[in-house]
């Protein structure tokens, strides 16, 4: 495992997570502990269930309440689509 100061991190942070995300082994001292950098996967539903302690059934109805909204609203012609052009000009 590489180890780095927090000092050699920053320096070159997007180095050490390019080389993490590829797999190596690569550490942070932090006090008398080395913190981990590693790429993981992530997934709407794990994130849920993580963060908000919902089942994956509670993600697929609340999934399928907001397609029925979107439909509802996109029928009524409350929804529109901008082009990055017009994107654009909303913010300038």
């Known amino acids: 495992m590489k180890t780095l100061t927090i ?3 920053r320096k070159n ?3 050490w997570l ?3 995300a590829r797999g190596e082994d690569i550490g942070i001292i932090c006090g008398a502990q ?3 950098l590693r790429r993981v996967e992530v997934e709407s539903t794990d ?3 993580r963060e908000y302690g919902v089942t994956p059934e509670q993600v697929a109805r ?3 309440a ?3 909204r979107y439909r509802q609203l996109k029928r009524a012609g409350k929804l529109r689509t901008y082009t990055a052009q017009e994107l ?3 913010i300038e």
């Open 34 to 36: 080395i913190i981990a």
């Open 18 to 20: 390019d080389g993490a």
């Open 88 to 90: 654009k000009a909303l």
């Open 47 to 49: 994130y849920a269930q």
């Open 62 to 64: 609340a999934a399928k």
């Open 13 to 15: 942070l997007g180095r």
């Open 7 to 9: 000092t050699e991190a």
């Open 66 to 68: 907001v397609d029925r």
